[in-house]
């Protein structure tokens, strides 16, 4: 797994540290374009636990995302894994840092003209960045890993409210669509 590089967080002070990134002009699709428009993701993330039994899990990730035109982020993800699950309905504004439950805080901002979510963990981050061409028809989401820079670990909260250090996280099963409107509209 690669580690997501030119993010780094330490200590406490997440809130601060996640409000380093900032919006830059984008390559291909900036915020600005977006407003109006809804991305579907899906996901696997296989991961494996130092220490935690069972030590290999595989957690099912669906997200979607709307881009108001006022600029905010309405996101709903839904976590499964076994007979656990979490959903987790934010409102948000970009590089604007957010709890989100189990310890973890989140941020959504543009890096290098890509959407990009940036989940801070008990111990690391997790992120997830997607791709959008410039004529915003096509997507493509991976998710990268960053250890905590003190601890070098990646400590997580599991949804049977376990927490232990994750030695591995391999993303699979992934797919992405983006489409003008909004995803949770009635009409839609």
Known sequence: MRQAKGISFTGL???????????????????????????????????????????????????????STSGRIFDYSNYAAGGFADRRPTIMALNQPQSVGRGNMQLWTMQGGNLTLVVRLVEGLLVRTIAIDPARSVCTLTVTTQPDSTTGRLVQQRLDGLTGEMVSVTPHSVSCAIKRGNVFASDQ
Do not use: D, M
């Open 13 to 67: 002070a997440v809130a601060g540290a996640l409000g380093v990134l900032l919006s830059f002009p984008a390559n291909g699709t900036s915020f600005e374009e977006l407003a109006g428009y809804s991305i579907e993701a899906h996901f696997t993330l296989t991961v494996v636990w130092r220490e935690l039994n069972p030590r290999s899990t595989e957690t099912q990730i669906a997200q979607k995302t709307y881009f």
